[in-house]
């Protein structure tokens, strides 16, 4: 498999993810999957490429949400930064709750027997409206 290839997103998730904003009823091409798998991989390699210089400019080597977030906005893709910020913040505030969660249920590991009603051990992964 070639460099180019290994950098695109997987076109069976491209097909997914087009198949679910279309009506039941509609076809997809390969060749419209495919172009809609170069596009969505530039798009994300453009994105992510200017996160990375922002992170390189400031001595930094992890690029974060924020930085995501940033090049979104300098890019003019503003609706899709406030869209990945809501997120963002709504993701790290889950996460937040289940680290909680997770020491509490720990704490009281030894003292209290999980019961039908107990929220240890329920945590799962959030879903988020972007409001479109």
Known sequence: MSDEHEKMLPIANVGRMMKKILPPSAKVSREAKERMQQCASEFICFVTG???????KENRKTVNGDDICWALSSLGFDNYSEAMLRYLQNFRGFERENANQSNNCKAN????????????????????????
């Open 50 to 56: 200017e996160a990375s210089d922002r992170c390189h």
């Open 109 to 132: 590991s030894g003292e209290v027997e999980k019961d039908e009603g107990s929220i240890c051990g329920d945590i799962s992964a959030p879903s988020f409206d972007f409001g479109y």
